[in-house]
């Protein structure tokens, strides 16, 4: 008899093509798909001119520009400087390569894990690597998805295979329900929170449970998505029924005859019952409430309901000594009310939580209220498709006349690699995965929790409780 596998094991084995030391630690792996940007990417494509090589099977990457775009609200393609170099270099290189680009004014751009699930590319069984640490997100799918450096997309433009170690097996169940007011960006907070920044480092993380199996796709691929923020090199959750009727109906997803085969094939597609693995992490759904982070890493993150942990009484030296410097960063003290915190900016957004389920959840806060005096508030829906549905629900209207901008899609004050940067000094909340410093511009503070407390936080102001505001 076959020994059980776990989810991941069995996606690799599937993958590999041979293995490259006697323990099968170390494999070549076939890729199914890769998506490319504008950032992560040049020195890739020159790396194959100047070797005098084609990309292999370019029918399976797509090119999407999202990082350095302007999202102003009337859409631009020029923002001056090295932005616009990127993506005349990045059309070039497509266009060279043979590669399907969807640039600025193409009808589908957008952040490219927002785009490529709406379009039916991410499918339960492949694997998909690409030049963003969030390609975790597509684990939502049963796909297994990892983030890859320039020299490796290189490689894969070449031979449509990587080099890859094997991971270890975690597995993070939740069990019973989220409570009112708590989302999937909670409960991923919640998750890096209890095992820290580098607690799944060297593993693939399934998440399985009540509580996930509940979460909507949406939901899903925001836990994936975030996965990396703990140190996870790949997530998953095991595909069922509302993967299969999300995918359902997609443009490029398969249909008819086609689409009856693949769903037979990926109802095997999760852990055996007896599977081992290599570490288990148990989180009760009922304790979580609504996150936000008051550090400088998406681990120095508490309840809204908590004040600011003293370092002092943190035993670990080096945990202690983060803590010191990221209250010192952000402008804190030990022991402050998280609801006390004034804002400056409100940001809406990323390939986190920009997809129409989020947009929704703040529009409910935000109808028939204002964004408080002196805050700077925007809405930049994941993609394009995702703008559309906004505005054929009138979700822009309340944005709008709560105080929010309407943006282009793209990945805007997320990572300020555009023209969306907040100040020195300036506190942010924002629905984005990374707090670190200077990420959302150089002396900025960012405060990460979903949209709805987001939209909360702009109204009063200052962070603010969801479930005390409540929605209209």
């Not at 490529?116 to 390609?135: F, K, N, Q, R, Y």
């Not at 607690?199 to 939901?219: C, N, T, Y």
């Not at 409100?346 to 920009?354: E, Q």
């Amino acid at each position: 008899m076959l020994a059980p596998k776990t989810l991941y094991d069995k996606l690799v084995d599937a993958h590999t093509v041979c293995n490259l030391d006697e323990a099968g630690q170390e494999i070549l792996l076939y890729v199914d798909r890769t998506v490319l940007n504008e950032y992560t990417s040049p020195q890739a494509f020159t790396g194959l001119r100047e070797a005098g090589r084609k990309a292999w099977r370019p029918e399976t990457a797509l090119g999407v520009v999202d990082h350095v775009n302007s999202t102003r609200p009337a859409r631009i393609t020029l923002i001056g400087g090295e932005q616009d170099i990127q993506s005349e270099y990045f059309a070039r290189n497509c266009r060279d390569f043979d590669i399907e680009l969807f640039d600025l004014f193409h009808r589908q751009q957008g952040i490219e894990h927002v785009v490529m699930p709406e379009l039916g590319l991410v499918l339960p069984g492949l694997v998909i690597a690409a030049g963003d640490s969030h390609t975790t997100t597509y684990g939502a799918f049963g796909s297994l998805g990892f983030g890859i450096g320039t020299s490796d997309i290189e490689h894969l433009l070449a031979t449509q295979t990587l080099v890859y170690r094997r991971l270890k097996n975690m597995l993070i169940r939740v069990e019973g329900d989220l409570p009112v007011g708590v989302t999937a960006k909670d409960l991923i907070m919640s998750v890096i929170r209890k095992i820290g920044a580098a607690g799944a480092s060297g593993f693939a993380v399934e998440f399985a449970g009540q509580a996930i199996d509940r979460l909507s796709m949406e939901g899903r691929m925001t836990m994936c998505n975030m996965a990396v923020e703990c140190g996870a090199r790949g997530a998953l959750v095991a595909p069922d029924q509302k993967t299969f009727d999300y995918i359902s109906g997609k443009p490029r997803a398969p249909s008819g005859e086609d689409l009856a085969a693949a769903l037979t094939a990926w109802t095997d597609l999760r852990s055996d019952p007896e599977a081992g693995f290599d570490e288990t992490v148990t989180l009760e759904a009922s304790a979580i409430e609504p996150m936000v982070s008051w550090g400088t890493s998406p681990d120095q993150a508490a309840p809204i309901s908590a004040r600011i942990p003293d370092p002092e009484r943190e035993t670990d030296p080096d945990r202690k000594r983060d803590a010191i410097r990221a209250l010192d960063y952000m402008g804190l003290e030990p022991g402050m009310d998280l609801r006390a915190i004034r804002i400056d900016h409100a940001f809406i957004g990323s390939c986190t939580n920009a997809r129409i389920e989020d947009l929704r959840a703040a529009a409910a806060i935000l109808k028939g209220r204002k964004v408080a005096s002196g805050v700077h508030a925007i809405i930049v829906p994941g993609s394009s498709e995702v703008r559309r549905m906004a505005e054929a629900e009138g979700l822009d209207r309340i944005f709008i006349q709560a105080g929010f901008e309407w943006r282009q899609s793209g990945c805007s004050m997320c990572l300020a690699m555009n023209d969306d940067v907040v100040a020195p000094g300036e506190r942010c909340a924002s629905s984005t995965n990374r707090n670190f410093e200077g990420r959302q511009g150089a002396g900025a503070r960012t405060h990460l929790m979903s949209p709805a407390m987001v939209a909360a936080a702009a109204v009063a102001g200052r962070l603010s409780d969801i479930r005390s505001l409540g929605s209209n």
